[in-house]
């Protein structure tokens, strides 16, 4: 084998076990690892782990609250909007 195919075979095997390796682990031997001062280095975490980590919630709204308040704001502005217009009007 060439010398850069060894190097690549040997990544894909380290990093194979650091992802997949913790299929065994119990819940306790996880959060040890990947939680909050865990063992495991942020820069071998996944987005998704990090952000359990340091407690940062998903960027992506999946509805809720936020959108139902900017509707509501939007037609009470609209309400004073045509009322303003109506009373300029009758002028």
Request: proline share 2%; glycine share 12%.
């Amino acid at each position: 084998q060439a010398p850069e195919r060894v190097v690549a075979v040997s990544v894909a095997r380290r990093v194979g076990r650091d992802t997949m390796g913790d299929d065994g682990m119990s819940a306790s031997e996880l959060r040890n690892r990947y939680g909050p001062k865990g063992t495991a280095s942020d820069d071998g975490l996944s987005a998704s782990q990090l952000r359990a980590r340091h407690n940062i919630e998903n960027a992506r709204h999946d509805g809720g609250g936020d959108s139902t308040m900017i509707i509501v704001a939007v037609v009470v502005l609209l309400a004073i909007a045509a009322g303003v217009a109506y009373k300029m009007s009758q002028g």
